[in-house]
């Protein structure tokens, strides 16, 4: 099975960096990706990894190491829009993602 | 070239009834996935369909539960006698056949958010 695992909540300021932690448990895995959410909206997607490292796109970054089944988010340079739910989700083999329960990210003035 | 569309956006039903979420994938996606959300909850995967085939519907209740991908039209998920457990957002996404791109991204609907009185 799968399990995946992040913090409900975290807070920043304005204009700081954010790391937002991923850790997973599968039985297979095919790709991590993260989500972000505003309230009542659908999903969109932000980043996909399949092997170790960094992916930089803009202002965000996703890491990954698949031996410590480990991923974070990076936000840098965060505005108050940034203020969403940021969600880790893990594909296996069959093509099918498991989502994390997500962190609602709060972003202060 | 239009995104993932679900109708309705908000459906609300009655105990007993029947609710019926439609999801039409982009243009040129064959994949279709749905998925349930509780208020404050993440997603959880329900089923996962191609044309006319269930792939895996491992996340679908046993009972009351069904979907279907058509060979033509939209995907419909359909509860039938619903309960007010049922009340949450359902997400219909939608992916290019596998090998498309790199990453293989599932793209999402705007949900349709169902009330069950």
């Known amino acids: 099975g799968q399990n995946i695992d992040q913090p409900t909540e975290m807070t920043a300021t304005e204009g700081a960096i954010v790391q937002i932690n991923c850790t997973y448990q599968?039985?297979?895995?095919?790709?991590l990706f993260w989500y972000q959410q505003h309230a009542g909206e659908a999903p969109t997607f932000l980043s996909y990894?399949?092997?170790?490292g960094l992916e930089e796109k803009g202002r965000f970054s996703s890491f990954l190491s698949r031996s410590k089944g480990y991923s974070y988010l990076l936000l840098k340079e965060l505005q108050m829009k940034d203020s969403a739910s940021y969600l880790c989700a893990v594909r296996n083999a069959g093509n099918m993602l498991t989502f994390g329960g997500g962190t609602r990210l709060m972003v202060k003035p | 070239n239009a995104g993932v569309m679900q109708n309705p956006r908000h459906l609300v039903r009655r105990r007993g009834q029947e609710a019926r979420l439609r999801c039409s994938p982009m243009k040129g996606h064959s994949h279709v996935y749905w998925y349930r959300q509780l208020p404050e909850e993440g997603l959880k995967f329900m089923v996962y369909l191609q044309k006319e085939n269930i792939i895996d519907e491992s996340g679908m209740p046993k009972e009351r539960f069904s979907a279907e991908f058509p060979k033509e039209g939209p995907s419909i998920l359909r509860i039938q006698q619903v309960v007010r457990g049922d009340s949450a957002a359902y997400f219909c996404?939608?992916?290019?056949?596998?090998?498309?791109?790199?990453?293989?991204?599932?793209?999402f609907g705007p949900g349709t958010r169902l009330t069950v009185l």
């Open positions: 996404a939608s992916s290019p056949p596998s090998g498309a791109y790199a990453g293989n991204e599932q793209f």
């Open positions: 990894n399949v092997l170790d």
């Open positions: 599968t039985s297979g895995f095919n790709g």
